[in-house]
């Protein structure tokens, strides 16, 4: 019987989509046993993050690699630091915004795969890798986010 083989993802590698203050990294991890996942690093700036939603067709985790955030999960509102884990199930509310000083970093791990990383990628109008997201109006922004099953609801983080 052959050894198993794993898979290696270089440090830069993957698809990088910009949404002003917010930076995500997506990994491919498609070729290896996680490949029904898909895995971002996010990176904010203090003040930045996500406004409290919902999403019906997927689930994710948030581990915080760096920084300090403000984590809305349900009716609650925690702090969040390095090393906390945040599973939020499909139709959880929640949002995270930074309030640290510095860039905050969080491992996002969602499935099904590409999802997300779709959702993002329309929301950036395309402009990944390099590229900077054109401006989008709130209502343009919404209506995209609802063709992914994605809410935003009117809460404060």
């Known amino acids: 019987m052959d050894d198993p083989v794993g898979h290696l993802v270089r440090a830069g590698a993957g698809r990088t989509v910009h949404l002003g203050n917010i930076i995500l990294s997506f990994k491919d991890v498609a070729a290896a ?3 029904a996942c898909s895995i971002c690093v996010s990176e904010s700036q203090p003040g930045s993050g996500a406004a409290p939603h919902r999403h019906w067709s997927y689930g994710e985790w948030h581990i915080i690699l760096e920084g300090k955030y403000k984590c809305r999960l349900g009716n609650e509102i925690h702090d ?4 906390d884990m945040v599973y939020a199930p499909p139709g959880s509310v929640h949002g995270f915004r ?3 000083e510095g860039t905050g970093r969080q491992l996002l791990i969602s499935w099904p795969p590409n999802h ?3 959702f993002m990628t ?3 109008g395309g402009a990944t890798d390099t590229g900077r997201p054109g401006s989008r109006s709130a209502t343009d922004f919404r209506r995209i986010a609802a063709s992914y099953g994605v ?3 009117d809460t404060d983080i």
């Open 151 to 153: 809410e935003f609801v």
């Open 33 to 35: 046993p996680l490949g």
């Open 80 to 83: 969040v630091v390095a090393g």
């Open 116 to 118: 997300f990383e779709a």
């Open 122 to 124: 329309e929301i950036a």
């Open 98 to 100: 930074n309030v640290g």
